[in-house]
């Protein structure tokens, strides 16, 4: 099999050759080739989908390819700029932004009617990771502003620059179209998971109404992305947890949102993942009742609460794939790494079963720390244990 019939043989509940080898290492390889810290073995790497083919691991693309969905705004005076000195020669990729070289500061603006809004993204030159140091909504006075933002917000989806990414991918794995985020999702860009925590227990009924406008509109960017043929797969780029989606807010804030995006999927014939890691538990019952197809990044203990091989029997949805396992406590492993990640390889792979509908993949990302030698141990493990029985 190729590594894409490999894939969406996982998906689609059939029997591999062998269950994928998809590791998420966009992050271990960016922060890594900024720093000038790659390993020789693979210095001359330009593209994460370079080492992966050098791994002979399965390609299952979110980064770098979610560029094909853009925001615009039809109206207010929107505006950004990059600022800021770092030693970074080349433009830096994160999994949010991307840097000219030598700036570490994004800036945007959007003057409208009820005031101006402001947002401030910062790149550490450490982690090179970058975070929302200035949230558009500081303050609950600026909801009339943020509602102007939100209304007049539109997702629009360039489907010739995602083809682009599917041709070159080829047939060594799937590219996912991204459907931007949840509505709570959504609250957590805008004013950070503290303010936005606060603004719906205060205000719950306004915050509904934001909720159903961000909703009405990425339901419209589904539509357009599930009309493109190359389109395989779409993600919502959420981090699904309970942290700040708990149950009570996934079922007033999120439930909506999720049973409609399947069924616009499904109806297609499409497969919907949601990004996920964390703790996701008291969620699993939800995410099959709305029929997600996957949660990309499940995390077993001890930084997650899910043991994979009773995930598909939490979830409680026929179609749900399994997608995660190499978390960071295990990549990250120094002493006598091979011979414990085979053993930990070997023994979750029993656990598994048949191997339907199961992606031996990342916990969400590989941390920069990961030692190469350790990626190289688990595409042989997978290799050694990954032929369903």
Request: glycine share 6%.
């Amino acid at each position: 099999m190729t590594g894409r019939e490999r894939i969406l043989a996982a998906f689609r509940g059939e029997l591999p050759d062998y269950i994928p080898f998809a590791p998420n290492i966009y992050y271990w390889f960016y922060s890594r080739k900024a720093r000038r810290a790659l390993p020789d073995e693979i210095a001359w790497a330009d593209h994460p989908f370079d080492v992966l083919r050098y791994l002979g691991a399965d390609i299952l693309a979110r980064w770098d390819t979610q560029y094909a969905t853009r925001e615009v705004f039809t109206a207010g005076a929107y505006s950004e700029e990059f600022e800021g000195e770092t030693d970074f020669a080349d433009t830096v990729v994160t999994a949010f932004n991307l840097y000219p070289p030598r700036k570490k500061v994004r800036r945007q603006q959007l003057v409208t009617p009820y005031g101006t809004l402001t947002c401030r993204w910062q790149l550490s030159e450490e982690s090179v990771a970058d975070l929302v140091a200035e949230p558009w909504w500081k303050d609950w006075s600026e909801y009339e502003a943020v509602r102007f933002l939100m209304e007049n917000r539109e997702f629009v989806f360039d489907a010739e620059l995602f083809r682009n990414w599917v041709r070159r991918v080829g047939d060594d794995g799937l590219v996912m179209a991204s459907v931007t985020f949840s509505p709570l999702k959504n609250f957590h860009w805008l004013c950070g998971a503290e303010q936005a925590s606060l603004f719906l227990a205060d205000h719950p009924e306004e915050m509904k109404a934001l909720a159903r406008i961000h909703e009405r509109k990425v339901l419209a960017l589904i539509q357009q992305i599930v009309a493109v043929p190359e389109v395989e797969v779409l993600i919502s780029n959420d981090n699904l947890d309970s942290a700040f989606h708990p149950p009570r807010l996934f079922r007033e804030y999120c439930e909506s949102f999720y049973a409609q995006a399947a069924e616009l999927a499904h109806r297609a014939g499409k497969i919907l993942v949601v990004h996920a890691c964390g703790r996701n538990k008291a969620l699993m019952p939800l995410v099959g009742a709305v029929r997600i197809d996957c949660l990309e990044g499940l995390t077993p203990p001890p930084n997650g609460d899910v043991l994979l091989p009773e995930a598909r029997r939490m979830a409680g949805y026929e179609n749900f794939t399994v997608n995660g396992g190499m978390d960071a406590p295990r990549l990250e492993i120094r002493e006598h790494a091979e011979r414990r990640l085979h053993t930990y390889t070997r023994e979750l792979f029993a656990a598994m079963g048949d191997g339907r509908h199961f992606i031996y993949a990342s916990s969400c990302a590989t941390p920069a720390g990961t030692p190469w030698e350790n990626l190289k141990y688990l595409r042989d493990a997978a290799r050694a244990y990954g032929r369903p029985a």
